[in-house]
């Protein structure tokens, strides 16, 4: 491939479509040119039907007004997190078509049809109703790169026959993310349960000695499941970015 | 009691029996000696049938030989902890009769009978084979100060089938010992499906970020059962001692 | 106890009172049901006259009344913890009945009469009057689960003869509840002149090089005496738990 | 599954080939027998082909011997992690067939053929060369559960034309490793530069401030590309665990 | 002293003057009384010509404006320190004696003539002009213990010349309290150039990897100057009154 | 040169141009005057064409204003950092000439005319949008103290072609500042590809794990590339004033 | 003072007795050079008795034995700290005279006759016995630098009575040590019992979350008793030597 | 310069020099090839005189010996830093050239003679005598490199006026190197003395709450000085290094 670039430009310079001063400039900063082009190419392949993620904290709601507007003039497939009420506000003056999610702190627009229902898929575990917003921007990413997301919500350690009950579900999933605050076991039981890569979030869910989401993320970080890896405190989206990655991966190539 | 005590001195001073410098004398620091003296009261009363306890760690073999030579000689009963092969040697040059525990680097010295088989219990559960030096710490702890002790080893969460296959045998004891290095998560499992207080030992294994037993710590202090507290790690010792206390508090008065 | 329970499926399914896929069902997710049925009896069992719990933090005031309201209905003691201004107002719309207490920010709805002034007791001490609200929310929870608490206030070590006037009241305890922010030493002096278990709660009282109650919290760990277990930092409720627990264990079985 | 386990027994019971006695013993602990058989089955299945993992740290060379011995016994494949010179020299005391290597501390016994040039493979790409260790305990993992792995060693991001050199085999894996210790450049490097999950290892490699590898855990947890998820410091056989069940997730159903 | 005491509790006792009952009740909890009595005694004599303190922080403006009316009702002297307006207002609407200090956030009412300019004082040296509310803490703690303070401000190492330029009236003092944030380099600087105790107090004056106050809570704890001893940050009470302590000591007995 | 300074004191003297009062006077507090001299000396050389530089943080409007006012008219030039929207109004009050950027909240006046475009500079390198004021703050400082900067933004590690497009830029700089929060990997990368010093600048930026830039100065710390020193977190004016230090120093002696 | 020194030189010069030259050498360094002799000046004042202090730590035997048989030879005190056994057999070899002390590791030469028994003096108290070598250490500085020392062992606050037996004596003192590991309470519990300065020494006495002595010094340093101030972990030469300074303080000018 | 490069190959493709494929080799992995020889080329430059570093911990004395054989016979100077007696004995038997230095760990060849006594110069200033090896590594980096290195040591601030005994000395270098364990005070009242760069290297030279050398590296980035930046604790190779860089600079375009 990069092959067939680079014979194409002396090609070119040899046939004099190309002048040396042309052909110089088209080399000149190859490393970075062509490192590039080859960046871009696997993004393109990469991303055909793939939102755009735009990450809201920080930004003005004009600021995000006009990124939206723009990927939705250009047709993309959008995700914008932790979106706040203005940012929210911000995208309803431009299009109804935004699915806005106040527990996730997502906007999403997806214009191509949902996955099948028997189209493998990822499943988000939580362990209590206060880690629903990390929970929830994890499946929220996955079903936005498009694919199929079951939740299970609600199944902390403390009262672990809660767990038992979805473990068909959670045992048919091809990715599993596990997202839990405080003392984080969620994600060592569920690693001990299942046979794919666990992708564990701790959320800063707690107090006092949870020094805001440390506890659990040592606690994941120490896991005597062999299957599961970790992502930063509250990071929901990066969780399901990896879960949606996995799914493709199964499909590609 | 505190008030036959005084009365005594009074009486005894307004007898003649005692000067007033001895009357004086006698009630000079009595801050000190009545504290004292309460404190004996009930450290007696407490320890009927208990034995001494001796840290080993840090004393030379003779010191720790001259120890059990004194309280054997006294009639009492021993438990000597964190023994290392210098120790166990004095030990055993003194008397067949001393218990010798390399797992738990015990040195026992019991004269009562041990409890019956219907005897109430506590539970020593453990979450890997690494955990067994603390676990039995505390098992040989509890045993020592004449109580009943089942163990239940390697139960760690990441086959927790494994816990559910002796959950009869746990959830029949009074007093719960939750011991587990890692993450830690067998605290709040345990903690989960039993009703009585779970005392969390975190132990030093692990490696890495686990930072010498702090991700247990942590993981156990902000257990989501609601029903566990925690001792220092690797403190096997203390954990068995609160739960041997708890069973005689069920006893007592 | 299970064993009936599954004989006596067996027995309907034989009888053909149950229908093989009846029967299946009965049977199909049983780790989960009768691990669930297990659980909800001991838990029954352990609810009698026992309150629900509500924390009411991260919930709305809607939220909290809604609860409030089902478990009134239901005949149901309360307990909601880590309630603000806009919980008791809820609470307050609801019915005259709820106990609300700022200091604990708690609120109680109890039924049953209070023990009586002979039953064994629980203890709660506290180091100084910014601990009060820890304090208070372990001793309400004590109370609400429908045993004695005992309030000793305001008994910090730099003034220790202040506790020394109230030991007799520590003493009589069958739980003590330690209750410290700064360096926490008051753990420490209070198990070295009890019999019964302490359960040492951290408080954040404390600035500069307290981290948030870590100093206290540390401190406790590292007690000298080996009748403290730890909690939480600012954990009141779940030392009260734990004291209710161990006054339940004492008159159960 | 469970269904058609349960119909057998409900089957037998009622035809009488099995007693009362018998089908409440085979029900009796069903939450933990169906549990385990559900879990031995998934395991079963998961392991055709998989070798039985031994931890040497802390296991005498005798427990090893024996424990090796059972598994060449059972025909079983064999890999052992955190292996010493003298657990080297009771593998060697065994069998001559067992895959000796001390760089990352492992001992191998594998009997199916290795997969085929073509096979899709992990990446396991390390940083510097006293990274070896981790990286080689991730790359003989991957290989010991059958999976092909391609190394690509010293590419830290000081020098970051030696990775570029690399690329094109990078890119074409399905899963990557990323080992770094320091301050754990790498991984976000390498997530930029792939479509597929990249596990990240820290490794303890640095001084002073690195703390033991929490330098380039914390590092590997802010990536801020979103595609990495991190494992322990020093674990080379989770990041290449996770790599394996990957790669066995994409032909796996 | 505690002799005379009992002589006499004994005397009224054979004398008649005190019955038995009486007699025991003088000595029942004596432990705690006469502990109390001396404490008391010794905190007497300590208080002469000593204000009463009032930490304001969490304590209502009401709270406040009540101790200090109190005390000054009992004619004592008063330092109130952490104030806030709140507070302020709440004492002026007392009596305008009171001596407010917005800067150190102190209330002072001081009745006794200060000391003349001969008298042994102590020195406050400060590094910043941001560090002026925890030297001012310190300063005015020790004038209203009655003690002479001269005051050093904005000294900071990174312009060593200013501190040379004061060094006499430093050197002249009796004890040096050293404020400083950031790095709290001061401490050592002063360690090395006076002959007395160094008292330090740690500032959270600073951001990022002061981490509040500890990089210079470290760094003077780590001295290479060995008359310095610290305190908590932010904590110039505590500074000031053992400073005021030591010029005591300079005088008594 | 201290030389010349005694020999002219002694000579005016010996002279009689200087009377023994006065000469004493010179010499009296001789270590902080002749220091001080030396320093203001220094100092003098130094700020030729330097500005006075004015932490806004935590100073009043009013006394920034005054300020100010002073250095205007005093024909030096300034620069304000740490300033918010109350410090820009008190600048823009009293006159029009001061620059304003909120991005970097810098205030500045400056006389000189700016350095050509052959002059040497230093390139203040960022990796995302977030680090954008602690970026500014190191380029409007160099800027300010009268040298030439060039600004690289937008290209962390994650992208890592971007960086290369700019790299020729960056490769011409005499010192390069490197500014990053999250993982701070882009101070190893620029360390690797260029010869001159890297001062990092870690940021604040990230959350969860990155524990308020801990983990971006760890990883800068940490460094495998051995010309990269690093600063506090967010301290954009110290990197800035270490390039400009450094480009001064090109050109002096 | 230095006024006349100034005068002196000024007038030698305007005599001839010093010629041009020698009064530039003469104030050519004077920062220095005046620093330096004030510094000596107050040292050799302070130093009256005082020894040398030799800190043996990372020092060869033949150092020690070189810098000791100089300080012999100069009829030096002297004070070695951190010795070890090869320390100890150095001293020996030079001279009987030593006074060599295992536990506090400490080597002491004292001409001057120790203080009479009416001398003030400073109490050293210590918690355990595995507390001796810190709090030895800061006995035997007290009592190398000419100062009345004594000891109070083994009062750790788990069983307060023992401390109260002492508290005659420690009230007594001039200037309470304080030294304790775990978790430190002992240093609040004696602030609050004297009116002295109490200097805290917490040592690394302890395990697990102990964390090398960090426990104890976070307690001591948010003590509830204002007269506690900290030195470092194990540093009982610098806890010994404040208090010797504060001795000297109270019979200085 | 890049362009020329392409150019040529442009022009030897054009002229048939160059076949096709041989072209496209040349410009296939550009991107790395180019980088590749970019970097080199820097590196070729940037070497010319220096020596090749090689970092001996964690390497055996046979790799060390090789390295060092190999580099001799290349003609190339040599540092070799982190070493040990068993690296010292591989040099030596080599070759007598070999400059051995045992305190700062590091092995020299160095064929270039040493620069002149007017040359510029770094000065390198140190705490203590403990800070020694950190210090000599940096000062033979430098020299190494084949720039002028002053040593200033032993002049730690407890005793101030031995720093300002060398002040000219220091004030006379174009960088300075501080190097401090304990409080690291030094660095900031060096950063306040001269108008260079100072490059602060804390040690962990220190015991308890140093941390290992975590309290001077807090303290060096908080240094109120703005001209300094900080290396890894103990890492005495970068701080001299970023010197050695920082003096090239000088000379250099």
Redesign the interface.
Known sequence: M??DK??EI?GA??DGRLG?EA??EE??????????Y??LD?HR??RVGFPE?VYCA?KSPGQVKGILAELMAGGRDVLATRAGEEHFAAARSLSPDFAIDPVSRTIVLRRSPPPGPEA?YAAVVS??T?DAAVAEEAAVTIEAFGFRCERVADV??????RL??R??LI?GA??VVAVAG????L???L???V???V?AA?T?V??????????????????????????????G???G??AA??L???TQ?
Chains 1, 2, 3, 4, 5, 6, 7, 8 share one sequence.
Do not use: Q, W
Request: net charge neutral; proline share 4%.
């Open positions: 990069n092959r680079i014979a002396l310079f040899k040396l052909a110089i080399f000149r900063d190859f490393p970075t040119k062509s490192l590039g080859a960046t696997t392949e990469l993620v920080g493998p362990a209590g206060s902390g350690v403390a009262g672990i026959h038992f009950e473990l068909d045992r091809r990715a405080m003392e984080g076991a994600a060592s039981v690693g001990g349960l046979e794919v890569p992708i701790p800063s707690g107090y006092g000695a949870s020094f805001g989401g440390l506890a659990a993320l040592l606690a994941m970080l120490n896991s005597c499941a062999s299957n599961v890896s970790v992502v930063n405190i509250d990071n989206f990066g969780a970015y990896i990655v996995s493709r991966n199964l190539r």
